[in-house]
């Protein structure tokens, strides 16, 4: 993935986290955050980045959560953004 798909899905994670660390969020909820729907032939979505660069974290149950530098990240882009 691109880093601006990347931050794409950075920013959807966040949104359906309310923007909290360790909230956690199902794939399905996420894929359809970014319009992807079920039928979508694209690779699986891999987080693997974000969680390298320790922006996410993968659950033991399968869903993802926002650690605190990346909800940390989601508010300093929404600022930059604002601006």
Known sequence: M?????L??????????GGEPDVPVQIAALDEAIGRGRADMRTPLNLTSLAA????????D????LTEAGAQ???????YAGR
């Open 2 to 6: 691109s880093r601006r798909d990347l």
């Open 8 to 17: 794409h899905v950075l920013t959807a994670l966040a949104e359906l986290a």
């Open 53 to 60: 660069d320790g922006l996410v974290v993968a659950n033991d």
């Open 62 to 65: 399968g869903t993802w959560s």
């Open 73 to 79: 990240r989601h508010r300093e882009d929404e600022d």
